[in-house]
């Protein structure tokens, strides 16, 4: 089940507690945020399975609409997260990938692999059309053919301009 409309304030412990008064509890995921600015701080929501539908179903009587701290607490059914698929016993939650998306995210990583095993072969190859066989790009091969010294600043000729002998 999902219980959400939390209260920062309200600690997982606390509510972990209040929660056990309707049966044991077989999984708890209590929510962070996990990056940006309320990174570590409570989502206000979590996740509650119990050992059996009859214990849930007083959890949510019980608690719906109950006043946790200042706010009153809000307790429905969880449904499955879309994108997610697999079948459990009475609900419980599925973490494998659907078939699709797994294979579109495995499709893309394959041919990103595919690109750079292809560009390798041509550098190895020496074929690369950018480079020359030094490996320098064409225009630094061109500045340094063009100067004398790579430090000595190069001469310009300007009129009227310089020292002017008297």
Not at 27 to 47: M, N, Q
Not at 123 to 142: D, F, I
Request: proline content about 4%; glycine content about 8%.
């Amino acid at each position: 089940m999902w219980v959400g409309n939390l209260d920062k304030r309200l600690s997982e412990y606390n509510l972990l507690k209040i929660l056990q008064r309707f049966g044991e509890i077989k999984s708890f995921e209590f929510l962070f945020h996990k990056s940006g600015v309320k990174e570590g701080e409570p989502r206000g929501y979590c996740f509650v399975e119990f050992m059996t539908r009859e214990e849930a179903e007083n959890a949510l009587q019980g608690l719906n609409g109950k006043l946790a701290l200042s706010r009153p607490l809000v307790v429905n059914w969880a449904k499955k997260p879309t994108g997610l698929t697999g079948i459990k016993e009475q609900g419980e939650k599925s973490a494998v990938p659907s078939v699709s998306s797994s294979r579109s995210s495995l499709n893309s990583c394959e041919s990103k692999i595919r690109a750079i095993e292809a560009k390798l072969k041509l550098l190895e190859s020496g074929h690369e059309s950018q480079t020359t066989s030094q490996g320098k790009h064409p225009l630094l091969v061109k500045s340094e053919k063009t100067r004398t010294h790579p430090y000595k600043k190069q001469e310009r000729h300007s009129k009227g301009r310089g020292k002017q002998t008297r």
